[in-house]
């Protein structure tokens, strides 16, 4: 055994809530977040079959305001944020001009002239960098949040009673049996405002709450309050990986990075070529990735033994073809599942492909993605 | 319910138990935590030799796996198959219904106290 202790010390506004429930802390970006509970199996099968409630405070929140913001965000990311309505969310990529991935983000419209852009924790400064970086030319102004906002994140079939008895919440504009997927409303909760969005990172429906950080642990008390009949639990970053690997969901970091261009990823129809005007990262994109750049496939193997980010994905002489960038045993599926990158011409060869699992080779099947898609 | 004082210590987070010229062996309360939850042992088969601070079976958790160290030279006695069947009882009971391989040893290593790991872990 190999001692992981952290050395990090960000903390969310939620921390001593968290350390009270016994959880155990990760780091993670440099914060020291909720890693589990207890059991991350049992908060994996509750979001699946009944609701997880997680803290993701960790992540940052920039704010892109003025009326020059649409024209902005057009230029900015990889999307037609223009075209969106207000109150609408959109997934989108932080493009750099040689096509590769700074971030992934959602981004949701608050009013004509007003965006919310979440991004991952560890790329907070490098997207608030680039977006002031790029906003020289337009009327709008880039303010970093993140410290200012937290984030509760309330997953899984039971979310939207929960969300709806949730003792404080008013004022809820958009009533959230009507709400669709990837739509937000705004609402208060004991008079602050407060955003739901319909969003979520596990494949499950749910709800994402972004509050001001004074009001976050009451807030966090009173959707524990209301979930307690509808079997919520709280939930860390470990079942959250798991979940979202199960829906096939992407981790920057692991199938993300500057190094990948988004049709490697799949995320091909994440990037509009059709908006008119530059954006940035647009020639590159245009012109493709490098002939023969891998491609990102799940796979399934047989057995108990996972394929993990950084192991070999090789063909039967041993050859190594690809890399897996996330993988674990499926708590949901019962068998192990993985993400990687393949050689796009052994894919297209269906040459049979091994994951070499730490010196032993186990047979792996090319799936579509997600692993696991709930039934709606 | 095993009194964890009188069990011996490694840096890799495992406990011995002696008896006689058995020990038994298992990954502690600290070491199953961080794991998180076992899904997954691999452990050497009875009768394999085994030697001191090699490495000789995995212990996979959903999002990460843990190397088992062999703590002594000797050959493995018996690898619990209950544990095989059902690794939870590594997180539930690690030092009791969980420990992993009893090993027939020649000669202990320095180990752990109760009270050194107990710093150790502490630090």
């Given at each position: ?7 990090s ?59 020059g ?15 969106i ?29 007003t ?5 991952n924790?560890?790329?907070?400064f ?15 102004r ?11 994140a ?63 642990a ?11 009949p ?34 490697q ?32 496939v ?7 033994r ?39 011409f ?31 | ?101 009893k ?12 009270d ?8």
């Open positions: 055994m190999t001692d992981p202790r952290p050395d010390d960000r903390t969310s506004p939620l921390h001593q809530i968290h350390v009270d429930g016994g959880a155990s802390f990760t780091d993670f970006a440099g914060w020291q977040m909720p890693v589990s509970y207890g059991s991350d199996l049992a908060e994996h099968h509750a979001v699946r079959t009944s609701a997880g409630i997680f803290d993701i405070s960790h992540m940052a929140e920039i704010l892109v305001d003025g009326p913001a649409a024209d902005f965000l057009d230029y900015a990311l990889a999307g037609r944020l223009s075209a309505a207000i109150a609408q969310a959109k997934y989108s990529l932080l493009l750099n001009p040689e096509g590769g991935i700074i971030d992934d983000l959602v981004v949701y419209r608050l009013t004509d002239d965006f919310f852009v979440v991004a924790a560890g790329n907070r490098a997207v608030a960098t680039a977006l002031r970086a790029r906003a020289e030319n337009f009327d709008v880039v303010s970093d949040l993140s410290d200012a906002y937290s984030l509760i309330v997953q899984g079939p039971n979310s939207r009673e929960i969300a709806k008895a949730a003792a404080g919440i008013t004022e809820v504009s958009v009533p959230l049996d009507d709400l669709k997927y990837y739509w937000s409303t705004d609402a208060l909760f004991d008079d602050q405002p407060l955003l739901i969005g319909r969003t979520g990172y596990t494949g499950e429906d749910g709800f994402e709450f972004y509050i001001q950080t004074d009001a976050a009451n807030l966090w008390a009173a959707l524990v309050a209301a979930g307690e509808y079997g919520l639990v709280p939930a860390g970053l470990a079942s959250r990986d798991t979940l979202r690997l199960e829906a096939g969901m992407p981790l920057y970091g692991h199938e993300l990075g500057t190094d990948s261009f988004p049709v990823a799949g995320l091909g129809r994440v990037v509009n070529l059709k908006k008119e005007g530059d954006f940035v990262g647009r020639a590159a994109i245009e012109a493709g990735p490098p002939h023969g750049s891998h491609l990102l799940g796979l399934t193997t047989e057995g108990k996972a394929g993990r980010a950084g192991y070999s994905v090789v063909t039967d002489d041993g050859s190594q073809v690809g890399m897996v960038t996330s993988g674990a045993l499926s708590p949901t599926l019962g068998f192990p599942i993985a993400m990687a990158y393949v050689d796009p052994v894919l297209e060869a269906g040459t049979p492909l091994y994951i070499d699992v730490r010196g032993n080779r186990i047979a792996a099947s090319v799936v579509d993605l997600p692993f696991y898609k709930r039934d709606k | 319910m095993t009194d964890q004082t009188s069990l011996q210590y490694t840096a890799e987070h495992e406990w011995i138990l002696v008896d006689g010229d058995t020990a038994t062996v298992g990954i502690t309360a600290y070491a199953a935590d961080k794991l998180g939850d076992v899904v997954y042992v691999e452990l050497p088969k009875a009768g394999s030799v085994v030697s001191g601070g090699t490495v000789v079976g995995e212990i996979e958790s959903t999002k990460s796996v843990g190397e088992l160290f062999a703590p002594v030279d000797g050959t493995i006695l018996e690898a619990n198959a209950a544990v095989d069947a059902d690794p939870s009882l590594v997180n539930s009971d690690p030092f009791g219904e969980g420990w992993l391989i090993v027939t040893y020649t000669a202990l290593p320095t180990l752990l106290s109760f050194e790991y107990s710093a150790l872990i502490a630090e």
